[in-house]
């Protein structure tokens, strides 16, 4: 591979996980909103059936996925496991979350 190609797979992989960035933010305003602004509630009842139907019949985001499948094609190491939140907070932050922390607060925050 070639620096253009490992260069558009990386942007690639950026976009996809600004995408998965601003469906986190999606999923976690529409309830408040909904509550302040009822003819949201379509939009915020769609994206955590959405993210649920994901979870349970995929067994996983599909975005995670693409993302990880993205960067292991221009950089291995670059991938990574576990939960989006937690590897972005750790890598921007330094904020350490276990995986399972948001597992349990995006099935309560979606009941």
Not at 16 to 44: D, G, K, R
Request: contains cysteine; neutral net charge; charged residues 15%.
């Amino acid at each position: 591979m070639n620096g253009q190609t490992i260069n558009y797979k990386k942007q690639k992989a950026d976009a996809v996980e600004l995408m998965h960035l601003l469906w986190i933010t999606l999923v976690i305003t529409s309830f408040p909103i909904m509550l302040l602004w009822q003819p949201y509630t379509f939009v915020a009842v769609s994206t955590i059936v959405v993210t649920i139907g994901c979870w349970v019949f995929l067994g996983d985001c599909p975005l995670f996925t693409i993302e990880n499948r993205l960067r292991r094609q221009y950089d291995p190491p670059e991938s990574y496991t576990g939960s989006f939140m937690s590897h972005y907070l750790h890598k921007h932050f330094s904020i350490d979350v276990p995986t399972p922390v948001f597992t349990v607060l995006g099935y309560a925050y979606a009941v």
